[in-house]
């Protein structure tokens, strides 16, 4: 049997396995140990019988980067449109249209509206519009590494992400295998991680200091005597039988003139 008809035949595999709900079950991420520490992102990459270099490539290594292509068509392999990719800021995001992946077969193995993915702080995402694989409708989001698999000769891969050891992460919305002759990556984003797990700033290690637990002193007062004068004012003061005080007399000095 010829490989473009066992290609055909496990289009209709695969689309068996969705209708039955025969998937395999999400896989946990792999895991590298080198990160370039930049930010990157493409909407379109291939490897195999037929390439396609990753298209439009951005990376934030200089700066914010957004690049774009109104259509890309690779005959026997796949056709898209309005391909975006931007880095920068600690994001990246790629996305593309009017997907339709053939590989040589009269089916279509997959078609969508759109597809995107995109990631921030070593954390990422995918999504999918109106996206079918053969003849079965695809959920807007996947769990991730949600694998559809012919053994030894195809598998679809929705939501792929690879983690990094430093905490920086890869996320490819659709991810595309046969056998060991070709494979389709469909929007792709590389993040670096966050300033901290939660993605954040910095957490304060000291509490702050302007506030004061201690209470406010009560205010005092010192009153003078009504007369205005320099003595201590307790002539003024009533007797003990609420007679008025005597006078205290004040020496003054006043000056006579002619």
Known sequence: MSRKKAVAGGVGVLATALATSVL??????????????????YAIAAKGLLGIDPSPYVTDEKGFEQKSLASLNVP??????????SAGAGQA??????????????????????????????????????AKLGDITLDVTAPTNTTVAVPGLLSVVLNKQTKKDDGSITVTAISIKIDNLQTLDIASVTCAPGD???????????????????????PTSTKTSSGGGAGSGAGDKPDANG????????????????
């Open 93 to 130: 995001r790629a996305s593309v249209a009017d997907v339709n992946v053939g590989l040589g077969v009269g089916k279509p193995l997959l078609t969508a509206t759109a597809i995107e993915a995109e990631c921030e702080g070593g954390k990422g995402t995918s999504s999918l519009a109106k």
């Open 24 to 41: 395999l079950a999400p896989a946990a991420g792999a895991t590298t140990t080198t990160s370039d520490g930049v930010n990157s992102a």
């Open 243 to 258: 007679k008025a005080p005597k006078p205290t007399p004040v020496k003054a000095h006043l000056d006579v003139t002619g």
């Open 196 to 218: 901290d797990d939660n993605g954040g700033g910095e957490t304060p290690t000291t509490k702050p200091t302007g506030t004061s637990t201690s209470k406010p002193s009560t």
């Open 76 to 85: 026997g392999l796949a056709q898209v449109k309005l391909l975006n990719a």
